[in-house]
C-alpha cells in the first residue's frame, strides 16, 4: 500500500505545469478569444514534442505505455490554464480506444494527429473538425471516419474554447464492438483531473486579488467572510483529489468497485471547480462578472465538463450500485472484485 | 503508488481481526462519560488491549507499543471500528500527547509515562482551554512558577475532556508577566496532587464528558515539564497538528457509520424520496473521500514528509460530514428520530448530538478556516 507518486509521475506533471504556463498565459486565452479560435498550432506543437500525445498508446503504436494516472496529472495541468487544445479526449480517450481496435490505423501513427471520439454519453462530438479521425458510435459498434466522411455541425458552446459539434453519418469504417465503459471511465477521470485543475486555479486568482483589492482600508482578503469562502472551496479540492488519484489508479480494475470510484471522482472534482469558480467570481466582485477578468472562462469550462462524460446523476446512480449491492465498510476502501483472478 | 495491501498487510489484518473477535465484550459497555463504573469498565478494557500489545500500535516496543507503521494503524482502527469494540477512554494521552512525548520528551519522562499510557493505568485529561482562552488559545492567564525542582501551579481551566474521572492531565501554563506564545510551558498535573478540584461538566447529552479544574498552588515536580520551558506554545501546536490531522478521527469509524447508514436506508429507506438516497450516497462518497485522503497522508507521511496546515482541511471535511451522516440517518427515521436508541441498536439520535461538538472542539471550524486561508492560501492576517 502506498498513495504517493513516484519520482517520474511528479516530474511528469512538473514538465506539463511548465509547458502550459509558457504556452497558455492570459494573453493567449484572449488572443484566441479575439480570433474566434479554439487551437493554437505552436502550441500544440510543443505539447506533441512533448510526447503527451502518446501516453497512453502501446509500444507498439509508438506510444509510451504509461497509466491512467500519469496522464490524470497532465489533465490536471492541463484544467489549471483551462486548455484550449483537444489534448486530454484525443490522447486520453480517443487515441486508446482507437488503438484498442484498429492499431494500425493512420491517425495513430503521427502523434500531431488528433482524434475526435462520439460516446453514447455525450451527445456532441469536441473538436471533430479539425481532427484526423473521429471514432463513432453506433448500437454499441465502433466505426471511424475522416471529417470530411461525415457531416458537422457546429454548436456554440458557452465556453469561447470549446468546439462542439452534432455529427451525422451514414457511411463509415467499421471497428466491430468496443469497450464504451472504459472509454466512459477515462473520460470521467480526466474531466475529474481537470476539475481540480480548474478548481485549484479559481482559487489562485481569487487569493491574488484578494490581496490587492482594498476596502475599507485594506485587502479583502483580510477579511473572514472572503477567507473562509475561499477556505472551504479548497477543502472541497483537498478532498476530491485523493479520489482522482486512486480512481485513476484503479481505472484498469473496471469493476463495480473501480467505476464507482471514478464516479465519485467526476461529481467531486467539478463540483469542487464549480464552487471554487463561483468563489472566485464572488471574491472579484463586478470584475468577477465582467468578461475582462479570466475567472469566467474556468466556470464555463466546469460547466461543461459537468455534463460531459456522464452526469451527476449517471455517475450517483453507478456509486449506489455499488453501496447497495456489495460489501461495504472500512475494510473494502480498496477492495476488488476479482481479488483472486 | 500501488493501493494493494502487501501479503503482510493482509496477515496483520487477519491477526487483529482475530484477537478482537476472541476479546471484544459481548455485551456494550456503559459510556465512559456516562459514569465511573462506564469510565472504569473502559480502563479494564484498555488493559484487555495491553494483554495483546494492541494500547498503541504505531509506538515502539519499549513503550508497550507494536512500532508497527501508518498503514497498519489504519488497518488496526478499521478492524477496530468493524468490531465494534469500546471507545478509547484514553485517547487524550494515546493519540495526541503520546506521539507528542515520543517526540519532544526525554527518555525518562517516556519511560515513566508512555507504558501506564498505553495500558490505561493512567488516563489523561487534556486541560488547555480556560473561560477567557477558547479559539484564543494564546490568551491562556493560568501560572506555572519555578520553585527548586518543583512548579507551583495555579489559575482556572475549562472543557478538559475526560477530567471528570481521569488521573491526569496535561496543561498549559505560562511564566508569570509573560504574554501571548512565549512564556508558555506544558505540565503534567495528576488531579489527585493538593490544591486540585475538578467539578464535571455536563454535555448536551446529559454525560459528564469534560470538567473545570480549579488549581491552587498546586506543586508538581519540574520533571512533570515537556520541552523546554517557554516552548509549550511549540509543542501544543504539534499535538494539534496530530490531532487536525490524522489520530484524532481515524476515518475507519465514518466508514461503519455510512455502511449502517446504508443498512438502515435499504430497510427504512422511502424509493420515492431519490433525494434522501442522494444524501445517503453522499455520506458513503464522504466516508471514503476521508479514508483515501488519510492513506495518501500516511503514505506521505512514511515517505519522509511531514504535517502541515493541510491539517486542517481533515478537521473541517470530518467533523461536517458526521453531521451530514447523521442528519441523514435522522430523516430516515422521520417521526422516529427523536426517540432514545434501544441498548445494543444503533445509537443515531446520540451520536449525532455527538457529531454537534466536532465544529467546536480540537480548535473550532472557525479558526480551521482561518488556518487554512492565512497559512494554506497565503492571505493576510
Known sequence: ?341 | MDLAYTPEQQAFRAEVRAWLAANVPAEPLDHFDASREGFEAHRRWEATLKTGDWGMVTWPKEYGGRGLDLIQWLIFEEEYARAGAPGRVGQNGIFLLGPTLIEFGTQAQKERFLPPMASGEEIWAQAWSEPQAGSDLAGVRATAVRDGDAYVLNGHKIWSSRAAFADIAFGLFRAPGSERHKGLSLIFFPLDTPGVTVNPIRKINGHVGFAEIFLEDVRVPAFNRLGDEGQGWHICMATAGFERGLMLRSPARYQVAAAALADLWKVRGNSADPALEADVVRAFMNAEAYALSIYRTASALIAGASIGPEASTNKIFWSELDIHLHRTALAILGPEAELLSEPGAHDWIDDYIFSLAGPIYAGSNEIQRNIIAERMLGLPR
Open chain 1, 1 to 341: 500500500m502506498d498513495f504517493t507518486l513516484t519520482e517520474e509521475q511528479r516530474m511528469f506533471a512538473d514538465t506539463a505545469r511548465a509547458l502550459f504556463a509558457d504556452t497558455v498565459t492570459p494573453d493567449h486565452w484572449r488572443r484566441m478569444m479575439a480570433a474566434g479560435e479554439t487551437r493554437d498550432p505552436a502550441r500544440w506543437a510543443a505539447i506533441v514534442e512533448s510526447g503527451f500525445t502518446q501516453i497512453l498508446l502501446p509500444e507498439d503504436a509508438g506510444g509510451l505505455a504509461l497509466a491512467e494516472i500519469d496522464f490524470a496529472l497532465i489533465a490536471e495541468a492541463a484544467g489549471y490554464v483551462a486548455l484550449p487544445d483537444p489534448l486530454v479526449e484525443s490522447a486520453g480517450i480517443a487515441a486508446p480506444m482507437l488503438a484498442s481496435l484498429a492499431p494500425d490505423h493512420a491517425a495513430l501513427a503521427d502523434p500531431a494527429a488528433s482524434i475526435a471520439i462520439q460516446h453514447p454519453a455525450n451527445p456532441l462530438v469536441a473538436d471533430a473538425d479539425s481532427a484526423a479521425a473521429i471514432v463513432l458510435h453506433r448500437d454499441g459498434q465502433a466505426f471511424v471516419a475522416t471529417p470530411d466522411q461525415v457531416r458537422l455541425v457546429r454548436r456554440e458552446s458557452i465556453d469561447p474554447f470549446r468546439s462542439v459539434f452534432a455529427v451525422e453519418w451514414d457511411e463509415a469504417t467499421p471497428l466491430g464492438s468496443a469497450d464504451w465503459d472504459l472509454a466512459l471511465d477515462r473520460g470521467a477521470v480526466f474531466a475529474a483531473a481537470q476539475g481540480l485543475g480548474l478548481a485549484q486555479r479559481a482559487i489562485d486568482m481569487a487569493v491574488a486579488y484578494a490581496k490587492e483589492r482594498q476596502q475599507f482600508g485594506k485587502p479583502i482578503g483580510t477579511y473572514q467572510s472572503v477567507k473562509h469562502m475561499l477556505a472551504s472551496a479548497q477543502v472541497g479540492i483537498e478532498f476530491a483529489r485523493p479520489v482522482v488519484h486512486a480512481a485513476a489508479a484503479q481505472i484498469g480494475h473496471r469493476d463495480v468497485f473501480s467505476r464507482a470510484r471514478v464516479s465519485h471522482a467526476k461529481i467531486v472534482a467539478l463540483e469542487a471547480a464549480d464552487q471554487a469558480a463561483r468563489a472566485s467570481i464572488q471574491v472579484h466582485g463586478a470584475m468577477g462578472y465582467s468578461w475582462e477578468v479570466d475567472v469566467h472562462l474556468l466556470l464555463k469550462r466546469a460547466l461543461a465538463l459537468t455534463g460531459q462524460w456522464g452526469t451527476p446523476a449517471v455517475h450517483r446512480a453507478r456509486i449506489g450500485e455499488r453501496l447497495f449491492t456489495r460489501p461495504t465498510g472500512p475494510d473494502t476502501t480498496f477492495a476488488r472484485e476479482y481479488d483472486h483472478a
